[in-house]
């Protein structure tokens, strides 16, 4: 991957502010961030919970709007967009993995990742996604007959199937021990490398930043300080 500064942003954000309100109650998520994400990289989002890094990937994904400031994607101004401009964003050009796998129990694998291919642009096909994450031979199985790993590969051959352009990934090892943790981040470091989508993944487990081309640490809102990773390590060689 060239050196951030001499790419144009996939993604950037400009005095972003979050505000949830309850009553009388006002919580500030986000407090002026900034940041920047570019084509093709793996970056790692760490910090306490709480200091925004969650509010972040919703507004970024579409799934939540800002309070104020600017967050573009490419020329889009997310900030603008009304609901069904987002929804048509989303299904374009964004993958979500989640700690939590959110597969249909009653569809076999194959046909989770069947639901997005019927509503994507440019779909590869569901047994080619499942292939990328390595599990054709359980494309027939039922979420319950799958492992905690095998899920989350199931999600994240759901998520690819659009071919994004961006991927994010809200605490994708979160549920698993360190072996199938392994698994899971070797299958985003091949998608990351194979489909080139931008992968950013939120985590609070130190040890992958090592896999990373960009970390961004956060806290009260903002992005506090970042780091680019120059000896960057593989999954099988983190150490956890």
């Known amino acids: 991957m060239a050196t951030p500064g001499d790419q144009t942003p996939v993604f950037s954000a400009r005095g972003l502010t979050k505000t949830y309100r309850t009553g009388e109650v006002e919580v500030k998520a986000l407090r002026g961030l900034d940041l920047d994400l570019y084509a093709g990289e793996f970056a790692v989002f760490l910090g306490p919970s709480g200091s925004g890094k969650s509010t972040l990937f919703n ?47 009653s569809l076999t694998a194959f046909e989770n990742v069947a639901l997005v291919t019927e509503i994507a642009d440019n779909p590869m096909s569901p ?12 494309a027939d199985h039922f979420p319950a007959q799958l ?6 590969r199931v999600a994240i051959a759901r998520a690819i199937a659009k071919r994004p352009e961006v991927l994010l990934c809200d605490e994708p090892t979160g549920a698993l021990d360190l072996a199938t943790g392994v698994r899971v981040l070797e299958a985003l470091a091949f998608v990351n490398e194979t489909l080139g ?3 950013a993944v939120i985590t609070h487990n130190t040890s992958i930043r090592e896999m990373a081309h960009r970390v961004l640490y956060f806290g009260d809102g903002r992005v506090s300080r970042v780091e680019v990773n120059p000896d960057r390590k593989s999954p099988k060689d983190l150490n956890w």
């Open 127 to 138: 047994g080619e996604a499942l292939e990328m994450v390595g599990l054709s031979d359980r």
């Open 59 to 105: 507004i970024l994904g579409g799934l939540d709007r800002a309070t104020s400031g600017s967050a573009r994607f490419e020329g889009l101004e997310l900030t603008t967009l009304d609901d069904r401009a987002l929804t048509r964003y989303r299904r374009r050009n964004v993958g979500f993995v989640f700690q939590f796998y959110n597969l249909v129990p």
């Open 147 to 152: 492992s905690g790993g095998e899920q989350q």
């Open 197 to 199: 989508a931008t992968t």
